[in-house]
């Protein structure tokens, strides 16, 4: 055999050999999965600190949110949005999408969350419970009463006897929150967990009717029904609902259930 004909076979060897190893290799690869999660606004902070330990002890996954109010959510699970799970911040908005059967099995109720008065550092406006937010001297956000942080408000003004007269209903907590932290309101209704995230820039003030009945809410999870990667949607609720998860739930001011 020539020199010559000698360096194209060995060249031909080399380059089998490298497709081989390299077939070999993808095959022990996990195949790419993505996970699609729509979830209350005030779980925003939790979700996302879980995420990469979860999609690191599932190599190949990739878990999406999708952040919003759980009405809105729930509305688009009935709808037909992609989305694998669900998780709301209230029984009734779950229900919504239970009674569509778009819930499969039963969800799972994990953590409860309570109001409080978001307001600038300080309190310069000197508010102490919901009497303080009547009348024009201070101006307040609440959620829209669709919403489970405006249910929740509601129920907490009935149970304090008082009528608010918001600047605006937001269709999340987040949005509330928001606009306490740049200075466009004096006080926002929002959750105990949305204040601690702020990490400074509002202050909470606790009222009694917080704990009134209807103005705790609670969380549920569930795995939305027909998705084709159901087991996936299991493992983030077993996750979400175990001892990593109920760590995050509480550094961030959840109460467990």
Known sequence: MSSARRHVMTALTAALALAVTACGSSGD??????LTVSAAASLTDVYNALKPSFEQADPGT???FNFGGSDTLAQQVVQGAPADVLATASTRTMQTAQQAGRIAGEPVTYASNRLQIAVQPGNPEQVT???????????ESVCAP???CGAATEAA???ANVMLDPVSEEQDVRSVLQRVQTR???AGLVYVTDVRSAGGQVQGVDFPQAS?????????IGAVAG???ADLADRWIQFVTGPQGDAALQRAGFTLR
């Open 129 to 139: 419970g919901l009497a303080s937010l009547v009348g024009p001297q201070v101006t």
């Open 62 to 64: 990739t878990v999406v």
């Open 184 to 186: 466009n309101v004096d």
């Open 212 to 220: 009134a009945q209807g103005a705790a809410q609670d969380y549920l």
């Open 227 to 229: 998705r084709p990667d």
């Open 29 to 34: 690869q996990q195949p790419a999965r993505t």
């Open 157 to 159: 003004e009935r149970a």
């Open 146 to 148: 669709a919403v489970p």
